[in-house]
């Protein structure tokens, strides 16, 4: 664990999650405890944190910090902090790494490894099972690092696909580490910390929200040299991950599925618009066959004894009266049917600013850029921002519309 972990935390606490803003502190201080002992006015002077983030600054204590980490003590995470020597060097390529990583188990060496995310729907067919098993165990055999999220449907048949294999694999949590996310995965999760990990940037006892499971999806692709999407419908939150991957140069694959299941939609599309196709683990071991010394001899997983892997149930529609603070309001007496504006007010300065240029017409990103002004890194951040809290969409030809 790095000296300065406990400010790390502090900062991640202060400011959130996926806050590009750390860049700026690793690049001009020489350590994080610089940082926090130049106190308020340091903070107003660097001049990149809101007025907000500088009172989260100070309201936030080290020993609110050191509490989280006895707790990992106490439950034996590590915590592996951005100036840590352990840290995945290419985490630090993404254009908002986590600050801190908790971990359960032991993290491969992901800089000097083949590693390949695989992501999906939750209710995948038998046929997207089949694939994602035995892809990931195929994989698994010849040496590569297979990363996925946890979820059942896909996450869960490629993990287990690995640990058939007695391979490493990493699972990725969008919630803290030791809440009881998915229940029954426990003993899953367990089995990988053996052999691999199970992370999350998030404090042990963290749970869910509808927000933190699509913004680790940029660690999942993040950690790899390419995401391999297994089955995935239009909207499947699996496409958010390839689209990190695209804005993080790394490869996207895509599984060809049937043209008439809409479970399939998804990564169809994705192949038109560029994804190599995947009909067998070979296909991926192939794009870097120069790079990493692939095992001939392995034995291949046929997918006839699948053990039983959930799928995701049905949602039953809830009718809520109350809107969340980033939808639509709509005042009483209101019977325009033009489309209202999202309250974006609790956004990042450069997310309102992209989404009041897009709000009255769909742009492409050369538009965006041209008109904001931002960097296109910068721009690309707002509009994941944008997506994440499902305020625009990026529809076909690489357009975004606000809905």
Known sequence: MSEYTRYWIWLQQSIGYANAKVRTILKFYPTIKDFYDGGRQEWILCGCFTKKEINNLEAYSLAQAQNIIDKCDKLDYKIIAIDDELYPRRLLEIFTPPTVLYVSGTLP???TSLCIAMVGTRNMTPSGKRSAFTIAAN??????VVVSGGAVGVDSASHRGVLQANGVTVCVLGCGINHNYLSANAPMRKQITLN?????EYPPDTPPTRYTFPMRNRIISGLCQGTLVVEAGEKSGALITADFAL????????IPGDITNATCFGTNNLIKQGAKPVTTYTDILEEYSGEFTIPQNITLADGDNIPYIPTAKKKQSIHVNKPSPLQPRIEKGDKSNTRLRADVSQLSDNAQKIYNYIYNSPCNIDDIINETGLPVSVAL??????????IIERRTGRMYHAL
């Open 196 to 200: 691999g990990a199970v992370i999350s």
């Open 247 to 254: 804005e993080q140069n790394r490869d996207v694959f895509a």
């Open 381 to 390: 951040s707002a509009l994941t921002e944008l997506e994440l809290f499902q």
């Open 139 to 144: 994989l698994s055999q010849s040496g590569v």
């Open 109 to 111: 060496l992901i800089d």
